[in-house]
């Protein structure tokens, strides 16, 4: 029989199928992981200033982005009411049975629509949880695309759901953007001067759940992996599980309901010349609480070429530590040649270096 993951039965069995379970070495630990400490941005009064006013914080940021690329933006004017609303939708899609969940199913190839774990793309190590994911673009033809989107796939009724989802995925990119300035001023670039890396940005919204596991010592929500995106801005809810692979060992890093923590992808490590570090991170699960996360990854246009800025390269002074490559490319790679875990920009760069064979 063709293995189903209906999030809603799969959470009441003691048992779970031995395709999610996952090897000893890789399984989360039972006595649960030590906490990390993770430099805490406030944006508002980052932009207040001209940038230079907390020089120890950005040197603090600096250093993190250098280490392990996750931090956290507190101050960021996003209204929590809208995250309340957001939730919300996400409880209420979730809540849906799983039939019509599946009529948003995400196919073979594709980054969009819902997906209940990853039955049909791989066949082991398979994470518990369900996600659904949508494109969004803060290009003017990109105005209406959520809203559209869950209308045409879902119908009519869900038109206030693509409502409430077109404004948060607004409101990320706005949020995402103002980091890269932040960013910028840790790399010695003027403000504003990555903002032109994402115009016309091809950016994807994720609802992440992961239902409760009767053994959770023995799979993932999500295995290992580095994000391919650019830039990811993550809110959890209170229950907990993000951890993050630092120093030889997991740490977990504490939900903050006030905060959005941002992590560096693959392809912002590109374009920083490797200075900003894309780090291995995980999502465990537990046996009474469903966990939510609500995932938003920054990206550029499809086609923008992912390179250093030159005026980076001059203060860098290293060579260039990857080939030149698209947004497109390397989203084409991760979905269809490689699973995207320990070393997926690497492989990638061997793949175009050994002239995009196989």
Partial sequence: ATLVFDA????????????????????????????IVVPVVDLAGFLAGDGSADAGGLRDLAAA??????????????DPALLAKAYRCCDAFYAMPLAEKQRAQRRLGENHGYAGSFVGRFGSKLPWKETM??????????????????????????????EVWQEYCDEMTRLALDVTDVLAACLGLGRGSLRGFFAGDDSLMRLNRYPPCQQPHLTLGTGPHHDPASLTLLHQDDVGGLEVF?????RAVRPRSDAFVVNIGD??????????????HRAVVNSSLARRSLTFFLNPQLDRPVAPPTELLAIDGRPRAYPGFTWREFLEFTQ?????????????????????KG
Avoid at 65 to 78: A, R, S
Avoid at 147 to 152: I, K, L, T
Avoid at 269 to 275: C, E, H, P, Q, V
Avoid at 337 to 355: C, E, V
């Fill in 8 to 35: 809603a039965v799969r959470s009441r069995k003691d048992d779970i199928p031995p395709q999610f379970v996952w090897p000893a070495d890789e399984a989360p630990s039972v006595d649960g992981v030590e906490e």
């Fill in 65 to 78: 982005c250098e280490k392990h690329g996750f931090f956290q933006v507190v101050n960021h004017g996003v």
């Fill in 133 to 162: 994911s949508f494109n969004c673009s803060a290009a003017p033809e990109g105005a209406r695309k959520v809203v559209d989107y869950f209308v045409g796939v879902l119908g009519e009724e869900f038109r206030y759901m693509g």
């Fill in 246 to 250: 630092t120093g030889g060992a997991w």
């Fill in 267 to 280: 392809t912002f490590s590109a374009l920083t010349n490797g200075r900003h570090i894309s780090c291995l």
């Fill in 336 to 356: 269809k040649h490689y699973r995207s875990d320990w070393r997926t920009l690497d492989a990638f760069a061997a793949w175009i270096n050994q002239g995009r």
